[in-house]
């Protein structure tokens, strides 16, 4: 299950590699749930709506 806060990792079509970027929101629309996301630094949540589907990876844990 995913969760506002998370960070995750997911493809988009014009982009070649993977964009971590942290859940802000989480809805649904007529074709089912999409999450939100925002890079840490900016100030505005990324355009696209992201879909399970492309979803990659999720950050679980940080070794600092």
């Known amino acids: 299950e995913l969760n506002v806060g998370d960070i995750i990792s997911f493809s988009v079509k014009w982009r070649s590699t993977p964009i971590?970027?942290?859940?802000?929101?989480?809805?649904?629309?007529?074709?089912?749930?999409?999450y939100v996301t925002q890079g840490d630094n900016t100030n505005k949540p990324d355009r696209p709506k992201i879909r399970r589907n492309q979803i990659t990876k999720l950050m679980v844990g940080v070794i600092w």
């Open 20 to 34: 971590s970027h942290r859940i802000v929101d989480i809805s649904e629309d007529q074709d089912g749930t999409y």
